[in-house]
């Protein structure tokens, strides 16, 4: 993450903390617009990305979205070798 991305999810946090937590809500026009990008882009996600799955995988995905890569690339060479022990196809590719 770039100092910038790091400076603008700071000040989405607290702009939050303070609406929530304080009442305050004097937002500046710098603030509006940063709002109004961010939470275009997390609708869009939640609606086309995350709409195809049920709430399970949504969590499952939230909990993955935590780990770095190196974790994720272990758990899923786990998984695959399990699949491959079971003798089933590891896609849908693999049914044709």
Do not use: C
Not at 32 to 48: A, D, G, Q, S
Not at 51 to 62: G, L, P, S, V, Y
Request: avoid cysteine; charge should be negative.
């Amino acid at each position: 993450m770039t100092p910038l991305d790091e400076h603008k999810t700071d000040r989405i946090y607290s702009l939050r903390n303070n609406l929530v937590h304080d009442g305050a809500y004097n937002i500046s026009q710098y603030d509006r617009n940063l709002l109004k990008i961010y939470l275009e882009n997390m609708i869009r996600f939640f609606m086309f990305e995350l709409a195809q799955h049920n709430i399970q995988e949504i969590q499952t995905i939230f909990q993955f979205l935590q780990k770095d890569n190196m974790t994720l690339n272990k758990s899923k060479d786990l998984i695959d070798f399990v699949i491959k022990l079971r003798g089933e196809p590891q896609n849908a590719q693999d049914n044709k």
